[in-house]
T-cell receptor, first 114, second 111 residues
């Protein structure tokens, strides 16, 4: 199957700093990628849809100025958590959609804000 | 929009027991249906899918049938293993639609 990677897998940052998470489709091109947030023992919450070459579409209640998404190429989307606070600590998962509309997920990034 | 309801977990079974995890959905039209599995500390992996009514998706001994009349996509496995312990997510959607995830059902299999 198609492979999606995320980097870093774990990150610890101080409150007030920004952190960038990368999502890459390794063996296919993805015009659309998705960013999810998962709370402990909870389902995945879709944060935004990232479209290559255009602005991301954010779900209701997600602050676009806090969670900056850039889909710079057909294989890379980045999520930047700006001015992070402890409540932003979570497991962030991306997925990439193939041309046949299947979604493949990255392994996730554990963010801890101290 | 689409929505999905999964049975509450955790589901606790002994090895070689039969597994059923219920999933029902509401949707406009006829979405594709997916089961994803999440092992501890990892992202989601596609387990199986069905794209139209009466299709049966299967993988690694798991199977699920797209039941349009009952809007269900129950996951089954005849004999579970300890290594099947994970969280299972049912999701309608796909295509140009967003995937909508259920709350997930945690499966714990003991030797």
């Amino acid at each position: 199957g198609a492979v999606v990677s995320q980097h870093p897998s774990r990150v610890i940052c101080k409150s007030g700093t920004s952190v960038k998470i990368e999502c890459r489709s390794l063996d296919f091109q993805a015009t659309t990628m998705f960013w999810y947030r998962q709370f402990p023992k909870k389902s995945l919450m879709l944060m935004a849809t990232s479209n290559e070459g255009s602005k991301a579409t954010y779900e209701q209640g997600v602050e676009k100025d806090k969670f900056l998404i850039n889909h710079a190429s057909l294989t890379l989307s980045t999520l930047t958590v700006t001015s992070a606070h402890p409540e932003d600590s979570s497991f962030y998962i991306c997925s990439a959609r193939t041309q046949t509309y299947e979604q493949y997920f990255g392994p996730g990034t554990r963010l801890t804000v101290t | 929009g689409n929505s999905v309801t999964q049975m509450e977990g955790p589901v606790t079974l002994s090895e070689e027991a039969f597994l059923t995890i219920n999933c029902t959905y509401t949707a406009t039209g006829y979405p594709s249906l997916f089961w994803y599995v999440q092992y501890p500390g990892e992202g989601l992996q596609l387990l199986l899918k069905a794209t139209k009514a009466d299709d049966k998706g299967s993988n690694k001994g798991f199977e699920a049938t797209y039941r349009k009349e009952t809007t269900s996509f129950h996951l089954e496995k005849g004999s579970v293993q300890v290594s099947d312990s994970a969280v299972y997510f049912c999701a309608p959607g796909g295509g140009t639609d967003k995937l909508i995830f259920g709350t997930g059902t945690r499966l714990q299999v003991f030797p």
